[in-house]
Structures are given as structure tokens and as C-alpha cells.
């Protein structure tokens, strides 16, 4: 059954020709409409059926003229030429209303070089080469140097193009100041013709005098501006600008600087396949001098995915290096190449492939690679691999370079030990980044944590003989594996061990120091690294390593207070170590001496910190001082309260200290005498109130 007479008439059928073979002519549009047919034109209408696709065509009538180029005009004929710009060939200047100018896109009737002598855009049409590259010079304009196809011209580019032209404009006008050079006034010489004039008068004088200087700081200023203002500009528009830039001042400029940005934006910008290579093959072709002919091949850079790169980023590879028709083949990048490639791998957190990479990647910058594999352990603790991330430090990446740890900061000694006591690392990318903390693998062994933090301080002077290093192992120490998200440590508080465990700890520790000094793999001995009193054993083997730092670089320290107050709440520790210090009266008195000077010198900072602390330890901190059997170190206690004494407006919790007094029995201790007045003294300032 047919289709009614309703659907007849809401059926119109377009036929489109797609023949463009040469010297074909013929209505590019034919428009078959039963709704507009005329009586008479239905009884000429023949029936047409193409039995393949079952299709009638009952009706054709001359089809709507549709807009089109010049030469596919079906009412002017047209006549083709490879590259006549002279003048109109045939009647290729006769146009319908809808006749479209092949270079220009737009009405021929608003070309305004349809018959101009020596463009004649009238004979354009596209089978001629010439005429496509006018059109696409047209319509790409300063982009047509990049050998872009117009499909992949998109706004950003054009606008980088754009740009660009500008920028040739302004660097043309000063390019050529540059060239003629500025003539200057000449100095005010003697003048010795006759008759002789008075200086800067004589006119033979002035000429044979006139200097032309050649300032180059016009332009410099120019491609600068232009540079800062590329690295704005969206990657597209900015890889246009660097690279017509780098065009531009080839012969006249290191290009340096822009191979560098260049090398970048090619590793960390998403471009196409296509537009990759045509950056490339575009740098390539620009004519450098001599001196700068290395810079030709600068964009020759690894793409992502290239063999070598890729079995190295997947682990397939660690050494970087593979045979290729019979010769070897090595992974080796500039400097910024690296940057940028540890750069997109650290955003978007592959910190495995950061590690392979950098362990197996060579490059001529030695030291600049060396900075890059510093972070390795970092990188390592981001993925939880603490005791990689611990070995990493002490060992160098090859057997040519020193070990990271020769070179790591006391800031980043206490966040290592931090992140290999909690298994938790910040979450920015680098370690001085702020914000949260997060946990991502098993903390370190308290015994393997205390012989790797020996070890790194005993494989850097400027660490061993730094104070805060040593309070940054024992706070973390004395501290809970459990991290707060705002990166802050839970002290513990330890109870003192029994006096045979502590002595074993203190025999067998001598031996182990000697041996991690001497980088011999030690093992802890497993009685008295107990799963009970593990915490307590570290603790002792610190002191003793505290120790043994006193009696050998006292003389190179700069303080010691703080590491006094590392011990926090384990007054029992610190005993311990100043009891170890009677033993040498130099060192005695010299760590005396340096505390004393410290609470001289941070009295605000101490007198804050006892009011965050509290009365109960200040207590503590004042009894285990003045009951020290040698006097010297009598002398802390006794300087400590008289600073609270003197601050008593600062220490509203003083009168809760003097009943920690009472409640020990100081004043019935045998102090002495001296420290016996000065507490007595304090005591009666609350009693008599």
C-alpha cells in the first residue's frame, strides 16, 4: 500500500551531487518538492525507480540555488587555471547572489580583490595548489608558517597568531631603531682649528666627534614583554608566540630561553599528535647562526610515549637504558625536560613513576639532577614505602654521587622522622607545602627508626652538630605513632624502666653506636628491644648518643636548652643524661653554661611556654635540677625560679607551683644552702599573701 496523499505532500527529496571530477559541470543542488509542481509538469513527469534502494522519484524541477564557490557556479561558466592573477579568465568575473570568493569566504560581491591586476581572486578554485595556499594564508594568516591544516586552527590558536603579528609589527620598528643606531652629541673636546672656538662650537670638531651608539635594550625590552605575556596565554596560543618569537630573533638573540619554555609545553600540554609535530618540524626549519646551531635540535624531546620512556615509568626498565640495532640507547633528557616531566607525574600523584624515572633518566646538569633525586625519598614516603624511602636517604641513586642525606636540612630531618614514625605524610606536594596530614603506610619499627635517624645524623656534620636535630629525635621518640591532621605529634608519657633494664640498654649501646658511626648493618638486640619496653630502649640509646655528641663537639653547639625540653614529661631520660654528664667536668660546665644562657637569653619564650606547660612541669623541670647532687647543675633550678619570681604577674600559676613544692618536700630536702633560701624565699611569697 502506497503512502497517502498527506505524507506525499510532507515528502521533499534533496539530491546532492558529489562529482567533482574536472571540467564537470551541472546544478550542485537539486531540489525535488511535490508540494510546488505545476499541473503541466505532472504530466510530463516521468516515472523514474532505481529497483537497488526501492526509490521513485516521481518529480525534479531546477533546484534552489544554494551558496557556492565561484567555480561551482551552474549559471556563470567557469574557467580553470593553475595560478593566473593578471586578469579574469573568461567570464570568471560574472557572479550570481550567491557566488562565494574561494580565498576570502565571503560574497564575491564583497571581495574587494575579485579583479584586482596581480590577485585576481576571481580565478581561485581548489584544484589549483596555488590558489589553496592563498586561501589558506587567507584564513590562517600568520599561522600558515606552521604548516597547520585549517582544521586544526582553533580561537586559541588564532588568538596566539594574532598576537604574534603584533608583535613582528613592534619588534620590525625597533628591530630597525636598533640597526640605524642613535647618534650622540659629542663630548665637550678643545677645539684646535683656526680660528679656534670655544668647546662644542666648532662645526669640523662636532662632526669628526659624533658617535653612533647601537642600544639592543629597545628590543630586549620588546621580546621580553612579548615572552611574559606568552606565558599568560593558553598552551596553544603560547607555543605560537615562543616559537614565532624564537623565529624572529634567531639571528640576533640566544634562543635559550625560549627552547626552554618551549621544551616545557611540550611535555606538560595535551597537544595532538599532529600539532606536535608541526611545532617541532617548524622550530627545526628556523635559521639559527653557527653558535647556536645545537639549539636546532632542543625540540627533539621524548614523547610520552616512546618505548624507553614508558618501560621506565612502568617498572620494565631501571636502568634506562635498552639495545637498539646493536648499539645501546640510554634515556637522556635537559634539565628542563626532567622538570617538567616530575612536574605532571607529582600532579597527578604517579609517584611510583617520579621515582623510576628519576633513578633511571640521565642528563648532562649533574647537579640540577641531583636536586630533582633529593626528592626521591619524599616521593617514596608518599607512596608508603617508609623503609625504601629510609635507605633512599642514606644511599646515592649511582656510585659517582654523595648520598642525600649529606645535604637534607634539620626542617627536613624532623619530617622525615616524623612521616617513619607515623606513616603519615602532608598531602601538598612538596614537604614545605601546608595542610593536612594523611596516613598512607605502616610507620617504622621504633628500632629501625632509631638506627636510621643515627645514621643520617652521623652521615651529615652539619646535622650531628645541630641542636635541633637532636630534640627532633628524641620529641619523636617520647611521641605516639598516632598524628593529629594538622601534623602534630602526641608526647607520651613514659614510665622510667627498672635500673638493670636501663643499664643493659646503656652496656650493649656504646657497642651499636660505634657500629652505625662505622655505617655497619646493625641489629638491635632483640632482649632488650622488647615488645614492652621498646620505646623506653630507644629512648636510653638516644641519650647515650646525646652523650657521646657532648664529650666529642660541645664546643660546636649553639644551644641546648631545647633539647633538655624535648624529653617532655620523661624527666627520668633527662636524669639520665645529666647524670652521664658529671662524669667529664668540662662538659659539665659547658652544658651548664649553654642552658643558663638560653633562659637568659628566651625569658618571654620560656615564661609562654611554662604557661602552656603548667605548673606540674615546671615542678618537675625545677626539682630535677635542684636536687642534682652537683651544684653546677643546682645553678638551672635556681635561675628558673628566679625568673618566675621576677615575672610573678606573668605566672598566674605560680601559687599552684609553690603546692607542687610542698606537696614534694623540697624545702626539707638537703638542697643545700644556697637553694634551699631561694626556695624557702619563693615559698613565703604565697604564704605571706
Known amino acids: 500500500m502506497g503512502p497517502s496523499k498527506r505524507e506525499e505532500k510532507e515528502q521533499s527529496i534533496i539530491l ?84 562565494y570568493c574561494y580565498i576570502c569566504d565571503k560574497l564575491a560581491s564583497e571581495c574587494q580583490n575579485w579583479t584586482t591586476p596581480s590577485l585576481c581572486h576571481c580565478n581561485a578554485h581548489n584544484k589549483s595548489k596555488f590558489w589553496k595556499d592563498q586561501r589558506d594564508f587567507a584564513l590562517a594568516g600568520v599561522l600558515v608558517m606552521f604548516n597547520l591544516e585549517l582544521t586544526d586552527i582553533d580561537a586559541d590558536l588564532r588568538h596566539g597568531g594574532s598576537l604574534l603579528i603584533k608583535f613582528i609589527q613592534e619588534l620590525s620598528v625597533e628591530y630597525n631603531k636598533y640597526l640605524i643606531g642613535e647618534r650622540m652629541p659629542p663630548t665637550q673636546h678643545e677645539c684646535f682649528c683656526l680660528p679656534k672656538l670655544p668647546p662644542g662650537q666648532c662645526n669640523v670638531c662636532r662632526s669628526r666627534n659624533m658617535e653612533v651608539v647601537y642600544k639592543y635594550s629597545g628590543v630586549f625590552a620588546l621580546v621580553t614583554r612579548f615572552l611574559n605575556q606568552a606565558e599568560r596565554e593558553s598552551p596553544k596560543a603560547a607555543a605560537v608566540m615562543f616559537l614565532g618569537a624564537a623565529k624572529e630573533i634567531a639571528l640576533h638573540k640566544d634562543p635559550a630561553l625560549i627552547t626552554t619554555q618551549l621544551q616545557r609545553m611540550l611535555v606538560l600540554c595535551d597537544f595532538t599528535k599532529n600539532l606536535y609535530e608541526k611545532f617541532v618540524n617548524f622550530f627545526q626549519s628556523i635559521s639559527l647562526p653557527c653558535h647556536c646551531f645545537g639549539f636546532s635540535n632542543s625540540l627533539n624531546v621524548v614523547p610520552w610515549d616512546h618505548v624507553l620512556l614508558t618501560t621506565v615509568l612502568k617498572g620494565q626498565n631501571i636502568t634506562g637504558q635498552r639495545t637498539q640495532k646493536g648499539r645501546k640507547v640510554f634515556l637522556w633528557e635537559t634539565l628542563p625536560v626532567i622538570e617538567a616531566r616530575v612536574e605532571k607525574l607529582v600532579d597527578k600523584k604517579k609517584y611510583k613513576e617520579v621515582v623510576r624515572y628519576l633513578r633511571a633518566v640521565k642528563c648532562n646538569d649533574t647537579k640540577g639532577l641531583r636536586d630533582l633525586r633529593d626528592k626521591i625519598p619524599f616521593y617514596l614516603c608518599k607512596t608508603g614505602d617508609f623503609l625504601d624511602a629510609a635507605h633512599s636517604l642514606l644511599f646515592p641513586v649511582n656510585s659517582l654521587a654523595c648520598c642525600t642525606a649529606c645535604r637534607i636540612t634539620p626542617f627536613q630531618f624532623e619530617v622525615y622522622l616524623k612521616m617513619f614514625r607515623t606513616g603519615s605524610v602532608p598531602t601538598g606536594k612538596a614537604m614545605l607545602d601546608p595542610g593536612p596530614w594523611i596516613t598512607v603506610g605502616t610507620p617504622l619499627k621504633d628500632g629501625v627508626l632509631i638506627k636510621q635517624a643515627l645514621k643520617l645524623l652521623y652521615s651529615n656534620v652539619s646535622l650531628y652538630r645541630n641542636p635541633k636535630c637532636w630534640s627532633s629525635l628524641i620529641m619523636i621518640l617520647g611521641s605516639s605513632s598516632l598524628l593529629e591532621k594538622s601534623g602534630h605529634l602526641h608526647p607520651l608519657s613514659l614510665k622510667e624502666p627498672p635500673l638493670d633494664f636501663q643499664k643493659g640498654v646503656l652496656a650493649a649501646s656504646g657497642g651499636l653506636l660505634e657500629e652505625l658511626k662505622a655505617k655497619i648493618n646493625v641489629s638491635l638486640p632483640p632482649a632488650l628491644f622488647s615488645p614492652h619496653l621498646h620505646h623506653e630502649a630507644c629512648l636510653i640509646l638516644a641519650v647515650q648518643a646525646v652523650q657521646q655528641m657532648l664529650f666529642c663537639d660541645l664546643p660546636y653547639l649553639t644551644s641546648f636548652l631545647e633539647i633538655a625540653l624535648a624529653f617532655g614529661n620523661n624527666f627520668w631520660a633527662l636524669r639520665l643524661l645529666l647524670d652521664h654528664l658529671s662524669y667529664e667536668e668540662h662538659v659539665l660546665h659547658g652544658t651548664v653554661n649553654l642552658i643558663l644562657r638560653d633562659l637568659n637569653r628566651q625569658k618571654a619564650t620560656m615564661l609562654k611556654l611554662w604557661q602552656n606547660l603548667g605548673p606540674q612541669y615546671v615542678g618537675e623541670f625545677l626539682c630535677l635540677f635542684l636536687t642534682c647532687r652537683h651544684k653546677k647543675m643546682q645553678s638551672i633550678g635556681l635561675f628558673t625560679l628566679n625568673i618566675i619570681t621576677e615575672n610573678l604577674h606573668m605566672c598566674p600559676w605560680a601559687k599552684h607551683l609553690c603546692n607542687f613544692f610542698h606537696n614534694a618536700g623540697l624545702r626539707h630536702l638537703p638542697l643545700g644552702t644556697a637553694a634551699h633560701r631561694e626556695v624557702s624565699k619563693f615559698i613565703n611569697i604565697f604564704e605571706n599573701v
Open 16 to 99: 546532492i551531487s558529489d562529482d567533482e571530477a574536472e571540467g564537470t559541470l551541472g546544478n550542485s543542488v537539486l531540489l525535488v518538492d511535490p508540494l510546488e509542481k505545476s499541473a503541466v509538469e505532472e504530466e510530463k513527469s516521468e516515472e523514474v525507480v532505481d529497483e537497488e534502494c526501492e526509490l521513485m522519484v516521481t518529480f525534479c524541477k531546477q533546484a534552489k540555488v544554494m551558496p557556492h564557490a565561484r567555480y561551482d557556479c551552474t549559471i556563470h561558466p567557469f574557467e580553470r587555471m593553475e595560478c593566473e592573477t593578471c586578469s579574469p579568465l573568461g567570464k570568471n568575473a560574472d557572479i550570481c547572489n550567491q557566488c
